[in-house]
């Protein structure tokens, strides 16, 4: 039995896409990382999954323990960096957005409530009746919909910069789903123009009116 594994990495930055390699089945994830990092001069913090799974690889684990096998297809993608939002939100300053945007808001899919978005960062979540001061950012209140107690007080948060728009989860504990990916707490993600977020039940899309 070869120690070898013939694998497919298909790194989602730079456009590099899919690319064969082959490895030691008792390399581990993390060396791995190191190698493809070096080889493509990636800069910036990376996970592995398998193609099909949803959950990142260990580190610590050589690939055939983390059930790689001959012939698999891993997905090589860049982990998001943490952006200090906590403490943004904590101050409680509103900014306003870079552009000049006719109008940025949320819909709720069963309703269709809508939210208008007209600072950053834009909060969603549920407001807070014991300490008032603490709604100044809070741009989506949930709490009148019908799964409202589903989501955290702080649940998620909008923001922009130059144009581009991102989300971020605020509660490891509630999470925050993106087209139903699960994000990953206090890390910014990109969100396109239509694409849904999912907070506790409610399902919530994102519009901006240029």
Known sequence: MSDR???TVDIQTNKIGPRRI??????LTASLIANIKDKWNLDGNYELRLAEAKQALSLEAPLEQAGVTEGATLICERLPEASGLAEAIQRGVRT???KNFRRIYLQEERRLVEFDLTWQPALI????QR??????????????????????????????????????GLNPDNATYLGGQRLRPHTPYPIEPGESIQLGRIT??????S
């Open 131 to 168: 300490d008032p001061s603490k709604n100044k950012l809070l741009a989506a209140p949930l709490d009148d919909l019908e799964e409202g107690n589903t989501v955290s007080r702080h649940h998620a948060c909008i923001t922009e910069k130059n144009g581009a728009f991102f989300i971020e």
């Open 22 to 27: 082959n490895v030691r089945a008792s390399l």
């Open 125 to 128: 979540g549920r407001r807070d």
């Open 96 to 98: 306003t957005f870079s």
């Open 204 to 209: 919530l899309k994102f519009y901006v009116v």
């Open 5 to 7: 594994l013939n694998l």
